[in-house]
């Protein structure tokens, strides 16, 4: 064997590839449908002979990106710690995004309220009792300047979590970086931009399909010339996989949704090599944890197989799966909520030796309310103490190799192949989406998980084990009330005082532009700079591209 050790520096192969290991136990090697979930996972006493030899594993960095999409990984620079904020007005974010950050955080990441999601103004009738509630309420060009007031945009990588209205959050976020004299080509971030996942798991949609999908593109293609450096979709698996679906169909619906956006993306005129490097994906991590690990490695080589055979492209990061990790909020329980914590360090832990490029970690009160200053601190030092007080970073891929990660990988790659085939054959993501799909999946997946807990099959500590008759007294973040109804108030107030000839030409402007198919992008930029409103822009979107209903309900 032929170790490397030292001072931070990787383990790139624990094996020569003239000396194969053998490992000789008695049992059977297990058949070819070997059934990942927990009762069935593939175990040491199963093993009757395996080799792994140096060829088997190609070192991180290289085709097919098993082992990771960076030679020396974590050692070259550690994953963007990307906290999740976002709750009440602008004032409060940016508050709590300027406690986080001198507390060690790298990345923002912002949380919308559900109004915002949905285009919708503080002051719709609709958003009543949703006014910050799950998030920060954005209306127009004046929250965005105190949301980010005293932060370099320069100098820090932004994360908005939204998708219905991502080409309005996303021109906002310019418009305010043009003020600020933030030249566009040095903006760095990521914008959600999936639409099709709301279809899927969330309903927070408000187009139908086709038009979404439209803008989906204009943004893409409005940021391959201005924002080169901006991450313009994040696929996302987490929000399928909180809404129950299993680790294969997480890799299967996402990856699947990936190819359509690319796919949607060349029938606008968008080369491979320009949308695919720009295309970032997001996963959740579960409490299986040998699991976890395999399917962040299973999907880094099923998405390099996948788009290889399906569009040849030349540049090698076309092929390459980055991807942000969030532990699981499904998995967070309101009962003995203090076990959360421990969760989520494993959900962490799971995180960073499957590969992560990013991550946010979960409060453990996040089950009851929002996180209270001292959760969210304590879930970062979760990163931090992970980061800096284990040594895991100093090895590349440290679990490669076993054989339990091995099967688990080639399992999970395997079974969400024959899942995406199978997608594609029935007309690719966007039509299963229409038809549902995807949504009847995961409610089956849901229903079957449902049932495994209620039975016992499952356990969860404080929950179906080990419960206690205490109900916690825990109560999360208290939001003020008053917060809400000032949002609405200023909101009011601004448009008292503003040129209504001027917004009225604006929304002219857009009306025009999605009638003609014309890109939107630079169009809401400017209506956004003169004070035209989140709402008053979608609800333009609305007349024109109508709404939609998901088959199944959702």
């Known amino acids: 064997m032929i170790i490397q050790l030292g001072d931070r520096q990787p383990i790139y192969h624990r094996v020569h590839a003239s000396y194969p290991l053998r490992i000789n136990m008695d049992g059977d090697f297990g058949d070819s449908d070997l059934n990942t979930s927990r009762s069935s996972h593939p175990t040491m006493d199963t093993l009757d002979e395996v080799n792994f030899s140096h060829d088997t594993l190609s070192p991180s960095g290289e085709p097919p990106y098993v082992r990771g999409i960076h030679k020396n990984m974590y050692l070259d620079r ?45 002051n719709s009738e609709l958003a009543t009792g949703e006014v910050g509630k799950v998030g920060v309420a954005i209306d127009s060009i004046h929250d965005v300047r105190v949301l980010f007031d005293g932060i370099d945009l320069s100098n820090v990588s932004t994360s908005m979590t939204i998708n219905a209205p991502a080409t309005s959050l996303f021109a906002l976020y310019v418009a305010y970086a043009d003020e600020m004299g933030v030249p566009r080509n040095q903006l760095r971030g990521t914008v959600q931009n999936d639409i099709l996942k709301e279809y899927i798991a969330r309903g927070l949609y408000i187009f139908p399909p086709l038009q979404s999908m439209r803008l989906t593109t204009d943004l893409m293609s409005w940021s391959r010339e201005n924002t080169p450096l901006w991450n313009t979709i994040s696929v996302s698996g987490y929000h399928m996989r909180e809404a129950g679906c299993t680790a294969t169909q997480e890799i299967a619906f996402t990856l699947s949704n990936g190819l359509e956006y690319i796919q949607q993306a060349i029938n606008v005129g968008i080369g491979i090599d320009d949308v695919a490097p720009r295309i970032s994906f997001f996963f959740g991590c579960h409490n299986d944890f040998f699991e976890e690990v395999a399917k962040f490695r299973a999907a880094r080589k099923l998405w390099h197989n996948l788009v290889t055979e399906r569009f040849q492209p030349n540049n090698p990061k076309s092929t390459m799966l980055r991807f942000h990790t969030q532990t699981a909020g499904v998995t967070l329980t309101a009962q003995q909520p203090i076990n959360n914590s421990v969760r989520v360090a494993y959900q962490a832990l799971a995180a960073v030796l499957g590969g992560t490029q990013s991550l946010h970690t979960n409060s453990y009160d996040e089950a009851i309310g929002l996180p209270t200053e001292e959760s969210a601190l304590l879930a970062l030092r979760t990163q931090q103490i992970l980061a800096l007080e284990t040594n895991i970073p100093n090895t590349v891929d440290p679990l490669a190799g076993s054989y339990l990660i091995e099967e688990l990988t080639t399992k999970l790659h395997d079974e969400s192949r024959k899942l995406i085939e199978s997608i594609e054959s029935d007309g690719g993501a966007m039509n299963c989406v229409i038809s549902g799909y995807q949504q009847r999946e995961i409610h089956e997946a849901a229903w079957n998980q449902l049932q495994a807990t209620e039975c016992g099959k499952i356990s969860i500590v404080g929950v179906n084990k080990y419960t206690e008759s205490d109900e916690s007294e825990q109560l999360g973040q208290i939001i003020d009330p008053s917060k809400a109804q000032n949002q609405i108030n200023k909101l009011n107030e601004m448009k008292k005082n503003r040129d209504e000839s001027l917004i009225e030409k604006h929304l002219e402007k857009i009306r025009i532009g999605a009638e003609n198919n014309d890109n939107l992008l630079e169009i809401m930029i400017e209506a956004y700079r003169a004070e035209v409103t989140l709402g008053e822009v979608n609800d333009v979107l609305r007349e024109v591209f109508g709404t939609w209903i998901a088959p199944s309900g959702v």
């Open 78 to 122: 550690l994953w963007t710690m990307r906290q999740y904020a976002g709750f009440a007005d602008a004032q409060s974010t940016n508050l709590r995004f300027k406690d986080l950050l001198s507390k060690g955080q790298s990345g923002l990441s912002v949380a919308f309220d559900l109004p915002t999601q949905l285009g919708l103004d503080s």
